[in-house]
């Protein structure tokens, strides 16, 4: 799951890396036909977008989310766990095997936003849409994005992949309608953190920890609260990856799945003829 402003394309690296036997499948964020309601960002709400995507997997599923994609995954989690022990392992729910976070959004508090402001930002955000402009600024705000938050400062992707995504107006409808419904998002997790404790499930947090200073410091503490919420180890930390860990070590983020994959295949040995 690519986090806020990101496209399925950037994660080549690590898909052509799983090996054979593993079934992807990557949730495009550019999904939304409109700016949704507020209400829609709800964790629940979210949780039944991923859920329809997921729908008649054939396969138990291991989530990974990056940045604001975390949230998602984390959604889904929660929203899928029973009382009886794991998640989503009823119905037509594919069973969850467990999630790897990369880098994955987290504040420890959020204030709200006065309904004045929101309305606000969305009519904005409607004229921004309506001029076109963003077709304009989508393909340089990645260029800004890229060098601003990896260490490499090179994208993965090619120049006619990135014109061909970021000036789409489904890419600039729906980074303006995650960035709106972002802080609702954290919030609603937030609130199941304190209300259901960690999900019944394994999780491992992956973190660009590059950089010095406090805010290097000040983010792998909030990583670290986040692991502790989530019942997790201690994160990895990548003293070589900025935010975009995708771009930076997607080796690290290969390594993270293969090792969960192993983890699942001593705890409950397959099946003649089955593979993940």
């Known amino acids: 799951m ?6 399925p394309e ?3 690296a690590v898909l052509d890396a799983l090996p054979p036997g593993v079934a992807t499948l990557t949730i495009d964020p550019a999904d939304s036909p409109r700016l949704r309601d507020p209400a829609a960002w709800s964790p629940d709400a979210v949780a039944s977008r991923l859920a329809m995507r997921v729908a008649g997997s054939p ?3 291991l ?3 990056h940045s604001s994609g ?6 889904y989690l929660y929203s899928r766990t029973l009382p009886g022990g794991g998640a989503g392992d009823s119905g037509t729910v594919s069973p969850v095997v467990g999630a ?3 880098d994955a959004s987290h504040q420890v508090a959020v204030r709200p936003v006065p309904a004045v402001l ?3 930002a969305r009519a904005i955000a409607e004229v921004v849409l309506a001029t076109g402009v963003m077709a304009l600024l989508g393909p340089w705000l990645r260029v800004v994005a890229v060098w601003a938050t990896s260490v490499r400062r090179r994208d993965r992707m090619t120049s006619d992949m990135i014109r061909a995504v970021y000036s789409s107006q489904a890419w600039a409808r729906t ?12 919030a609603g997790v937030l609130d199941w953190h304190r209300e259901r404790g960690a999900p019944r499930v394994a999780v491992r947090l992956i973190v660009g920890a590059a950089g010095t200073g406090r805010g290097r410091a000040g983010w792998i503490a909030t990583q670290r609260d986040l692991a502790r919420r989530l019942g997790a180890p201690d994160p990895t930390l990548l003293d070589d990856a900025g935010h975009l860990v995708t771009i930076d070590r997607p080796d690290a983020v290969v390594t993270a799945i293969q090792e969960f994959l192993h983890l699942v295949d001593a705890e409950q040995p397959p099946r003649p003829g089955s593979s993940h």
């Open 2 to 7: 690519p986090g806020l402003g990101s496209a």
């Open 100 to 102: 790897v976070l990369v």
């Open 63 to 65: 989530l990974v989310g």
């Open 10 to 12: 950037e994660w080549a």
């Open 70 to 75: 975390g949230l998602h995954v984390q959604a």
């Open 59 to 61: 396969r138990p599923l």
């Open 118 to 120: 929101t309305g606000t």
């Open 175 to 186: 980074t303006l309608d995650a960035w709106l419904g972002h802080g609702r998002l954290q």
